[in-house]
């Protein structure tokens, strides 16, 4: 290879990958931000990383559901006041870049509240929206 294709090739690497974990830092910011709201009590904080739009998929325990509206009564009716929402932290376990606009998140979440204490898994499809990253599907347990 030439050395001129050789510094192109480079280039291009090292600007993809800088895209990629500004991207991470973005994910990672937003999740920041749901937990910081989830821990106010604020529910529609949190739903604030979700997209608003009838097609969002969530999948927990009961099966598929559709709908960011569907999404925020369910919050809404399974954590009904601050015993049951008490503090939430998340730990990234990866960000996978699928493609230009979705991403591809693993991670754990835990709960530390007086109702008891609860955790899981979960993973996450990201998907940049006019020019924001947001989750379009969560499946969680």
């Known amino acids: 290879m030439s050395r001129g ?3 192109l090739a480079v280039l291009f690497l090292s600007f993809r990958a800088f895209a990629q974990n ?3 830092a973005v994910i990672r910011k937003m999740m920041d931000r749901q937990a910081t709201e989830w ?16 097609s969002l ?30 503090k939430l932290a998340f730990t990234i ?10 991403y591809f998140v693993i991670g754990k979440w835990a ?15 990201i998907k940049r929206i006019d020019g924001e990253l947001k989750i379009v599907v969560d499946h969680s347990s």
Do not use: C
Not at 57 to 83: C, E, H, N, V
Not at 93 to 102: F, G, T
């Open 5 to 7: 294709l050789y510094l």
């Open 22 to 24: 500004k991207d991470d």
């Open 39 to 54: 821990n106010k009590g604020n529910i529609e904080g949190f739903m604030s990383g979700y997209w608003h739009s009838d």
């Open 57 to 86: 998929m969530f999948i927990g325990s009961s099966g598929p559901q559709y709908g960011y509206s569907t999404t925020l009564a369910r919050y809404k009716s399974k954590y009904p006041d601050a015993a049951h929402m008490g």
């Open 93 to 102: 376990v990866s960000i996978k870049k699928l493609s230009a606009d979705y």
């Open 111 to 125: 709960l530390q509240r007086k109702a008891g204490d609860v955790d899981g898994s979960f993973s996450l499809l």
